[in-house]
C-alpha cells in the first residue's frame, strides 16, 4: 500500500546520518522537533528512548527501506538490553517512513504515560514478541488515540524460535493494545505470522485490543 507523503514539517530539523548522531539527538530533542534520517543502514547499540512531547522521527525519503534501523536479532537472549527498538514515553510522537527490526521484544513499545502516538509508513520486521505494543495503567485506562497506518509488520523467515523469558513459544501480534481508547490501524500489511504447530501460543491475532480497550477502527487490513 503506498502511503501519501507526509506534509513538509514546520518544526524544528535535525538531520543525523549515524546512529550515534541519532541517540544524540533523541536524548537531546526539544519539544516539536523534526528528527530526519539520511538513507542508510543502522545497527542500534540501544533502545531508542522518546520522552519528549511532540517529537516527530521519520526517514528523508518517502520509501520505508532506504532507512533501515537493526537490533541484534530477535532470538538474540545476549541482547545487552537493547530489548525494543523504540520506547515511547511521551505525547504526540511521530514515526515515519523508516524500517525497523531484529529486536528481542518490541519494535515499537509504547508506555502508559504517552498520547497520541502516530506511526506511518513503518516496516516492522522481525520482532521477538508484539510488533506494536502500547501498555495499560489499569482497565480501561491507556495510551488514547493513537493510529497505526500504510505500515508493514512481517516475519521474513519464520516467527522466534527462543522462549522469551517464560512468555512461551510463539508469543507474538502485529498490534497489541491495553485499554486504549480511539485508535485507528489501517491500510496496514501483516505478513508470516504462523507459528510452529506444537508452540505454546498457535493463533496470536495479528491485531489484539482488549483489557478494556474502547472505539477503536480497523480497515483496509491485509492479513
Given at each position: 500500500?503506498?502511503?501519501?507523503?507526509?506534509?513538509?514539517?514546520?518544526?524544528?530539523?535535525?538531520?543525523?546520518?549515524?546512529?550515534?548522531?541519532?541517540?544524540?539527538?533523541?536524548?537531546?530533542?526539544?519539544?516539536?522537533?523534526?528528527?530526519?534520517?539520511?538513507?542508510?543502514?543502522?545497527?542500534?547499540?540501544?533502545?531508542?528512548?522518546?520522552?519528549?512531547?511532540?517529537?516527530?522521527?521519520?526517514?528523508?525519503?518517502?520509501?520505508?527501506?532506504?532507512?533501515?534501523?537493526?537490533?541484534?536479532?530477535?532470538?538474540?537472549?545476549?541482547?545487552?538490553?537493547?530489548?525494543?527498538?523504540?520506547?515511547?514515553?511521551?505525547?504526540?510522537?511521530?514515526?515515519?517512513?523508516?524500517?525497523?527490526?531484529?529486536?528481542?521484544?518490541?519494535?515499537?513499545?509504547?508506555?502508559?504515560?504517552a498520547f497520541a502516538p502516530r506511526i506511518y509508513n513503518v516496516r516492522m520486521f522481525n520482532s521477538g514478541q508484539q510488533f506494536v505494543k502500547s501498555n495499560p495503567i489499569k482497565f480501561g485506562v491507556g495510551v488514547d488515540l493513537g493510529i497505526v497506518e500504510f505500515s508493514v509488520m512481517e516475519y521474513t523467515d519464520g516467527t522466534p524460535k527462543t522462549n522469551h523469558d517464560g512468555a512461551g513459544f510463539g508469543y507474538t501480534n502485529g498490534v497489541d493494545i491495553h485499554a486504549g481508547k480511539t485508535w485507528r490501524i489501517s491500510n496496514n500489511r501483516f505478513s508470516n505470522f504462523h507459528t510452529p504447530d506444537g508452540s505454546d501460543h498457535l493463533w496470536n491475532p495479528a491485531v489484539l485490543v482488549w483489557n478494556g480497550a474502547s472505539d477503536t477502527v480497523t480497515e483496509n487490513n491485509i492479513l
Open positions: 500500500m503506498n502511503a501519501p507523503p507526509l506534509p513538509e514539517s514546520k518544526n524544528r530539523v535535525v538531520r543525523v546520518s549515524s546512529v550515534e548522531q541519532l541517540n544524540e539527538a533523541i536524548a537531546t530533542a526539544r519539544p516539536k522537533t523534526t528528527v530526519i534520517i539520511e538513507p542508510g543502514q543502522y545497527r542500534l547499540t540501544s533502545t531508542l528512548g522518546i520522552q519528549t512531547d511532540d517529537l516527530t522521527i521519520r526517514g528523508a525519503s518517502t520509501d520505508c527501506n532506504s532507512v533501515v534501523l537493526t537490533g541484534r536479532g530477535m532470538d538474540e537472549v545476549n541482547h545487552l538490553g537493547l530489548t525494543n527498538g523504540f520506547w515511547i514515553n511521551a505525547r504526540n510522537t511521530t514515526i515515519a517512513n523508516l524500517s525497523i527490526g531484529e529486536v528481542y521484544y518490541h519494535t515499537i513499545q509504547i508506555n502508559s504515560d
